[in-house]
């Protein structure tokens, strides 16, 4: 078991800087995967020292939050750090629509601690950015269900910089969950800066740009889950980055590790981010990811990954200058 731990910014939490991700859940991104082989797989992260575990409403339509419930009622609940996010407003047809209303915010959380089978959430996120619900009101929420032991912190999600600023303005916003990847970077020029002075917990997800970075892939792959119509995925740019990220396999091995943990590794080097999410479908996929925790590179290395990912065709990384790395 692997037990190290990080404080999580400003909230003092210690988690684990690998965290168990449940997008998975989510048929109509990735297709169907078997409930069981996901709880298990919660277990087996429980017992190899993972703490934090990552959720939503939206991830299957409360299927991801009803399989993070079966879990937590085989573990000690105070040993588990769990984060989950409110946005939708469900249709009986299964259409949704944006919702941070007060009476809505105040209706998911009641329904996702009982689908959750717990008194409260450690972490609970905004989702995504309402244009509609006035700042003042969705904070005044938030502090309300803190106030009332629902919920012990509270953040953001898929916000930029200025939303982020803005929020605070109102509200003791302290986690924030961008998307990040050494391939996908943009949170570095301003929003990470942002986070680092601010003290704020930053847990990134797509750490492995939806598999891309994990080295499995060899370029002629297709798909037929969502990643079928993501330009990443599909003609020469795929080929050139999936050349690319196997490409490091000598490096990998010179620390002992596969292609995933080193980029992994390289992802939680980052001073402003202090956790990874990993998508997480196998026992064996988190025991891999798990083998991360208190491991990092040389800073030379760090920047030689960096510099083998930024391929012609490939995405490229503006930096604060404007210039490209």
């Not at 949170?187 to 942002?194: M, S």
């Not at 002992?256 to 479908?281: C, D, E, N, R």
């Not at 491991?295 to 604060?320: C, H, M, P, Q």
Request: glycine fraction near 8%; hydrophobic fraction near 40%.
């Amino acid at each position: 078991m692997n037990n190290q731990r990080v404080v999580f910014g400003c909230t003092g939490l210690n988690v684990s800087p690998v965290c168990f991700g449940t997008w998975q859940l989510s048929p109509r991104f990735w297709g169907d995967v078997p409930k069981q082989d996901v709880l298990g797989a919660m277990r087996t992260a429980f017992d190899a020292g993972v703490n934090f575990f990552d959720t939503a409403d939206a991830y299957g339509d409360g299927l991801a939050e009803t399989v993070v419930g079966e879990f937590l009622g085989q573990v000690p609940r105070d040993r588990v750090v769990v984060v989950t996010k409110v946005f939708n407003h469900f249709n009986p047809d299964a259409t949704r629509y944006p919702d941070l209303s007060p009476a809505h915010i105040r209706e998911r959380c009641d329904i996702q601690l009982k689908r959750m089978q717990t008194d409260y959430v450690d972490v609970y996120l905004l989702h995504f950015w309402d244009q509609l619900t006035p700042l003042a009101d969705v904070a005044a929420t938030m502090e309300d269900l803190r106030k009332q032991g629902k919920i012990r912190f509270y953040g953001v999600s898929n916000h930029n910089v200025e939303q982020l600023r803005a929020q605070r303005r109102f509200g003791k916003y302290d986690v924030v969950q961008p998307s990040y990847s050494l391939v996908a970077a943009e949170a570095e020029v301003d929003l990470l800066p942002y986070c680092q002075a601010e003290n704020l917990g930053v847990m990134v997800y797509s750490p492995l740009h939806k598999g891309l970075l994990t080295g499995k892939y060899d370029g002629s792959e297709t798909f037929s889950d969502f990643r079928q119509h993501h330009p990443d995925f599909t003609g020469e740019k795929f080929q050139k980055l999936a050349v690319a990220v196997r490409s490091l396999g000598p490096m990998a091995r010179k620390y002992g590790m596969s292609i995933y943990q080193l980029v992994l590794a390289a992802t939680l080097m980052h001073p402003a981010i202090q956790v990874a999410i990993a998508g997480i479908k196998t026992r064996e996929q988190i025991i891999e990811a798990a083998g991360v925790m208190g491991k990092t590179l040389s800073r030379e290395d760090y920047f030689a990954i960096r510099k083998t990912l930024t391929v012609d065709g490939g995405t490229r990384i503006k930096d604060a200058t404007g210039g490209r790395r």
